[in-house]
């Protein structure tokens, strides 16, 4: 796969375009799973998967992710999220892919 030269628009709504030379079909890497922020969904900020856990109450061995805007969705009422990858604790208000509870 090599990396495709992206045009202007292009650049807006994709992260990357990979070609293959031989067969010329395209991976396509959007925004999202590059930039978790960018995502509808919850995601891990950290590693970007969308295989979270909610958690009721933080847990004090797992670190938790200090960014100011997670720090006010705790405020405004958002689940604790957990990631089982990477093992980070968030607060996130977007609606998650596949709901467990720890």
């Known amino acids: 796969m090599v990396?495709?030269?992206?045009t202007l628009c292009e650049?807006?709504?994709y992260a990357r375009i990979e070609e293959c030379p031989q067969c010329e079909c395209q991976r396509i890497q959007a925004y999202a799973d590059r930039y978790p922020v960018f995502s509808f969904s919850?995601?891990?900020?950290k590693c970007g998967t969308p295989d979270l856990r909610v958690r009721r109450t933080l847990d004090h061995i797992d670190p938790l992710y200090r960014n100011p805007i997670s720090l006010i969705q705790k405020y405004l009422g958002a689940a604790v999220l957990y990631c089982v990858d990477c093992r980070l604790q968030f607060y996130d208000l977007r609606p998650r892919r596949g709901r467990r509870r720890l």
């Open 42 to 45: 919850a995601r891990c900020p």
């Open 11 to 13: 650049r807006l709504q």
């Open 3 to 6: 990396q495709k030269r992206l």
